[in-house]
Each structure stands twice: as C-alpha cells, then as structure tokens.
C-alpha cells in the first residue's frame, strides 16, 4: 500500500506515461508540474489556450515548450471545450485545470456531446501526506458538492475508495465525520453516517469499511478513540475522511495545507477520465503530485 507521494509518483512512472490535456494552459505552476512530469516520464501533455500567453508563462518558470504540442485557443471556454474533446477523439487520458474557474471546464466535461458522463455524482477526492502519520488521507469532498444527500455521499465515498484502491489500499477504512460520534436525531450529519456505516454492512457499499460517525479526533488518532473509549477498526485509523458538507471540508483542506504544511493533491473522479484539479494557491509540486495520482487512475 503506497504511503507517500514519492511513492505515488514512481507507481506513476510505472504505468506512465499518460497524456495529460491542459485546459487554459497559460499558468507558471501547471506547466511547471507538466514539465516535471514528463521528464519523470509521467506523463505527456497537449496544451491548450492562448499561444502568446502559454510562452509568457512558460518563460516566466524556465519551461521549454518545444517538447509539447501547444493548440492555440484564446477563449478559455473554447480552450476547456477543445482540451476536454481530445479524450473523445483518442488523443489524452486525463484533463487537467490551468487558469479558469472550475465551473467553465467542469461544464465543458458536463457537456452531453464530450461524451465523459457515466450518471454518477462528480466529486473531489484530495489525498494529504501529513507529517507525524504513517499514511495518506484522503478528505472528500471538499470542493464540489455543497450540501450532498445520502444517495450523493454514497457515490462521493465509492469514488474516494476508487482513489483508494488506485493507490493500493484494497480495503481503505472511511470515517464519517461530524461534530460527534455518537448519533444525534438533529445532527443530520450523524443520521447519515449512521445509514453510511449500514449500508456497508450491508455490502451496499463495497471495497472499504466504513463507521461513523466519528469527530476528526477519534477518526484519526487511536489515543483519542481510547480516551472516548470508542473500540472500532476505524476508529484512529482512518484512510478516508468523508466531511459532512463543502464547508467542513474546504476549512479541513486548507487548514492541512496553511498550518499543518501538508503534501497535497487533488482529482475529480466521478468521469470516464480523472479530472486534475487543485486550486490556484497550490504549489506545482501538488499539481504534480495530482498529475500522478491521474495517471494512477487512468
């Protein structure tokens, strides 16, 4: 089971190289990651958006373009558009987020004529390498689905297991979190972490095991499960965090980053094809790092 990035990433030059096509390409850390990744042997990439603007950037971080194909595309709805139909027509395996907001290349991957829906939830699946532990985590969904219902966490937590199981953790263990861990009739976040817990039981939901709910303390620390003598497999020893609603998990991604300066990246799944997408304050060596997860899954 791989338990940090450096180990994702040689697992990704493994299987590599994939190629990768870049929406809105004309970004200093997405061509540096891009870069990285191909010569690792990660990955090829075609870039797509404003020709004038891609070799601004790419001088800017010392990148040289000859090694890529560059598909000049001012608009950036045409440029999501155009990256997101080279997986229809063959030529890349995965999609990656330059410089546009997430909602312009999301629909572009939306669009009925792209081809890329499969009728389940989309979701964002971030993985961190936080120093003091002895393996990855996954947190979701921290950047998609606002408010999700029961049915749309059940899918939010198959496509973190996917993630999982890409990784080689053939049977991760999901926490459900909330604010408590005991159930609450009006907390329903606890309500559904409950329903989560049985329908795994169940084998409703399959490839993991999964309890909840769970605080983030006693789903990640084993010393604090004891204190609250909570005495579950999971408990202490989660792989997945599945957060409760899109706030939770932003402030939970983003206070792993700024304060605990964790190793980060981040994909959505729910596509016939990984979708690399991080955020544009993180750095390239997260992009990179989400570029390998991609190939992984591809």
């Given at each position: 089971m791989i338990k940090a990035f450096d180990e994702i990433v040689k697992s990704a030059k493994n299987k590599g190289p994939k190629t990768l096509a870049v929406a809105v390409a004309q970004d200093a850390e997405v061509l540096t990651a891009v870069n990285t990744a191909k010569d690792l042997g990660i990955a090829e990439a075609i870039l797509v958006g404003d020709k004038g603007e891609i070799l601004k950037?790419?001088?800017?971080?010392?990148?040289?373009?000859?090694?890529?194909?560059?598909?000049?595309?001012?608009?950036?709805?045409?440029a999501c558009r155009k990256a997101v139909s080279l997986i229809d027509e063959g030529k890349a395996h995965i999609v990656?987020?330059?410089?546009?907001?997430?909602?312009?290349?999301?629909?572009?991957?939306?669009a009925e004529e792209a081809g890329l829906r499969t009728g389940n939830v989309l979701s964002h699946v971030a993985v961190f390498e936080v120093n003091g532990y002895d393996r990855l985590?996954?947190?979701?969904?921290?950047?998609?689905?606002?408010?999700?219902?029961?049915?749309?966490?059940k899918q939010i937590i198959e496509n973190a297991v996917k993630v999982a199981h890409a990784m080689g953790n053939e049977e991760p263990k999901v926490a459900v979190l909330a604010a408590v861990e005991k159930v609450n009739p009006k907390m329903q976040a606890t309500l559904d972490a409950d329903a989560l817990t049985e329908m795994n039981s169940k084998g409703e939901i399959r490839g993991c095991q999964i309890a909840g709910p769970f605080a983030l303390d006693n789903a990640v620390s084993a010393e604090a499960a004891r204190h609250k003598g909570i005495d579950h497999p999971v408990a202490?020893?989660?792989?997945?965090?599945?957060?409760?609603?899109?706030?939770?998990?932003?402030?939970?991604?983003?206070?792993?980053?700024?304060?605990?300066?964790a190793q980060n990246a981040g994909i959505i799944v729910g596509a016939k094809v990984p979708i690399?997408?991080?955020?544009?304050?993180?750095?390239d060596i997260a992009k990179l790092n989400s570029i390998a997860i991609g190939v992984l899954m591809s």
């Open positions: 950037a790419a001088g800017n971080c010392g990148v040289e373009l000859a090694k890529f194909t560059i598909i000049d595309e001012k608009d950036k709805t045409e990656m987020k330059g410089l546009v907001d997430t909602a312009i290349i999301l629909k572009a991957v939306l985590f996954i947190v979701t969904d921290a950047a998609m689905n606002i408010a999700p219902n029961l049915e749309q966490k202490g020893h989660a792989d997945i965090l599945m957060v409760p609603q899109i706030e939770a998990g932003n402030m939970l991604y983003k206070s792993m980053v700024f304060f605990a300066k690399v997408l991080t955020s544009r304050a993180d750095s």
